[in-house]
């Protein structure tokens, strides 16, 4: 992360990246009370509490809520920042892994995985590569609970749980040199993912589509087409007939068939995204990034944040009911700046 704010930063700000958030707002004590100590989403009772004591109507109120938790949303510098790291790691391990495995008899012959298992020398080169790996995904399992929490965390908390103790199992029981097959096939992609992202971050459109369905066509073909038919095929059918039975190939296999079922998973969001996109008769316009990743957005929105007013139940009221009165009494209402919608 060191990286990500002494190399990454300077770029950003280099490619005028935005450096603010999501707009901030209005200072509130008691909206900021309720939303730190009770509820972060009010419920229509609530609602219509606040609303009597502050003197707003609750649509404002409700708008409020979604400025002061988009707040806490991490701003597209951040976010850039985040992307070139994670770029630079894929590309670097990808690099790596390639250059290694092309060493390697097993990357051209996929039945000298089990050729004189288990008694396998472990390289120094693999080792680093496998630690290196794992380092990274156990960084990135508990960095989730340190970022904002996204909808879709779950299914990207039990990728990440699988993927840790798939490299970890493998490694324990000298599975290393399938393992490396399965480590450089899934970094392929996210290459491109990453590129694709920093490049909607900098509003390079066109860019930024090209990277993405190229992102896409590398993700299918690599999870849906190579990854089971190259890997699944040799742990499934290969191994098997190598060495026969053992209780550590159906505990690895069941934990790479549980993530092909999240490639597919992925797989149909990708399509969908295309497929709606496509459908629109948008070209040029749209964000393909934004259409897959809708449940995944980082910024909550809707169709009235352009009106950012408060409109207050009596207009012609001169008191605010928080406490402050007068020309001056502007504590419970908010400015008239329009919100941060990210595109």
């Known amino acids: 992360m060191i990286m990500a704010w002494f190399i990454a930063k300077p770029c950003a700000l280099g490619l005028k990246v935005q450096a603010n958030g999501p707009q901030k707002a209005q200072p509130n004590a008691i909206l900021e009370k309720v939303f730190t100590a009770i509820t972060k989403h009010p419920d229509e009772k609530r609602l219509e509490g606040l609303s009597k004591q502050l003197d707003w109507d609750v649509r404002s109120i409700q708008r409020w809520f979604r400025q002061r938790r988009n707040q806490e949303k991490p701003s597209t510098l951040r976010k850039f920042c985040e992307s070139m790291w994670r770029f630079t790691f894929y590309l670097y391990i990808f690099t790596y892994g390639v250059r290694f495995l092309k060493k390697t008899p097993w990357l051209w012959n996929t039945r000298q995985c089990w050729s004189g298992y288990p008694y396998q020398p472990l390289m120094p080169d693999l080792h680093y590569y496998y630690i290196v790996e794992l380092s990274f995904y156990w960084s990135l399992m508990f960095s989730q609970f340190i970022d904002v929490k996204r909808k879709d965390f779950g299914i990207m908390f039990t990728h990440h749980i699988v993927t840790v103790t798939l490299i970890t199992f493998s490694y324990v029981t000298n599975l290393t040199r399938v393992g490396t097959l399965i480590l450089c096939l899934h970094d392929a992609a ?5 590129a694709a992202k920093m490049a909607n971050y900098c509003k390079c459109q066109k860019l930024s589509d090209l990277l993405f369905l190229t992102f896409a066509v590398v993700f299918i073909v690599s999870r849906l087409g190579i990854y089971p038919l190259w ?113």
């Open 190 to 194: 996210d290459i491109v993912l990453e």
């Open 231 to 343: 890997i699944l095929n040799t742990t499934l059918f290969e191994l098997y007939e190598a060495l026969g039975n053992f209780p550590a190939l159906w505990v690895f296999n069941v934990l790479l068939m549980v993530l092909q079922i999240l490639h597919c998973f992925w797989s149909y969001l990708i399509i969908k995204a295309a497929y709606k996109a496509i459908s629109k008769g948008k070209a040029g316009k749209w964000n393909p990034l934004h259409v897959a990743k809708d449940a995944r957005s980082d910024v909550e929105s809707s169709s009235d944040e352009e009106e950012t007013v408060p409109r207050s139940k009596a207009p012609h009221s001169a008191v605010a009911t928080n406490g402050t009165s007068g020309a001056n009494g502007t504590n419970g209402y908010l400015t008239g700046a329009t919100s941060s919608e990210e595109h």
